[in-house]
């Protein structure tokens, strides 16, 4: 089911973008957990809003994937079973999109969950997205070199965060800490990390 109309209902101001940009430490971390290799496949979403320097929300979605094959049920837990009556991506983008559009997104890793989240505005037919990424291993690389590598989990030990791996609301909330504590130590460094995607 797709619920998104025409593509220029859901493309992004670059001036909004812009105004992201210039008011850091704004932005919208995400995570995403998938069923299987397939980029389309994500089976739940995280996300932490962050204004100001500070976390205003946290939301997490199970999501049904276009099909029921599930071999990453190892990794995160999550099993056919536990998403066959949630909505898809596309039934759920009225509720996502909001947070997306018009925002810098961050994640760790970021070009994975932005392969995810590309797979999924094609497969759903969403329309042109482009917009601003901040990569959180880029800053937590920046910040913290002496660290012996800058896997979500090292990195949220070092700074003592809670993190219950592969569970997409704990990634996202340990992605958006990473982010704040390392413009804290070291002012400027989010900004530098900007990076521009878009995708057709």
């Known amino acids: 089911m797709n619920n998104a109309t025409n593509s220029n209902a859901f493309r992004p101001s670059l001036h909004g973008l812009e105004r992201e940009a210039s008011l850091f430490p704004d932005f919208t971390a995400i995570d995403f957990e998938t069923a299987n290799q397939s980029m389309d496949s994500a089976c739940q979403l995280g ?5 100001a320097g ?3 929300e946290r939301r997490s979605w199970m999501i049904r994937p276009p099909t029921d094959r ?3 049920t190892y990794i995160h837990g999550i099993t ?5 009556r949630e909505a898809d991506f596309g039934q759920l983008w009225p509720q996502i999109g ?3 559009l018009d925002n810098v997104i961050a994640a760790h890793n970021a070009r994975f969950d932005l392969g995810v989240f590309f797979a999924l505005v094609k497969h759903y037919r969403l329309g042109f997205w482009q917009g601003a ?3 959180s291993v880029t800053v937590a690389r920046r910040t913290w070199p002496f660290l012996a590598n800058h896997q979500l989990q090292t990195v949220a030990s070092h700074l003592a965060i809670p993190l219950d791996h592969h569970d997409a609301a704990s990634d996202a909330n340990a992605c958006a800490e990473i982010i704040r504590r390392a413009e804290r130590e070291q002012a400027g460094v989010v900004k530098k990390a900007l990076r521009w995607y878009g995708e057709k």
């Open 47 to 51: 996300l932490v809003v962050v204004r």
């Open 98 to 100: 909001p947070y997306l």
């Open 80 to 84: 056919w079973r536990d998403v066959a």
């Open 54 to 56: 500070e976390i205003i």
């Open 70 to 72: 599930f071999v990453f």
């Open 133 to 135: 990424s901040i990569d």
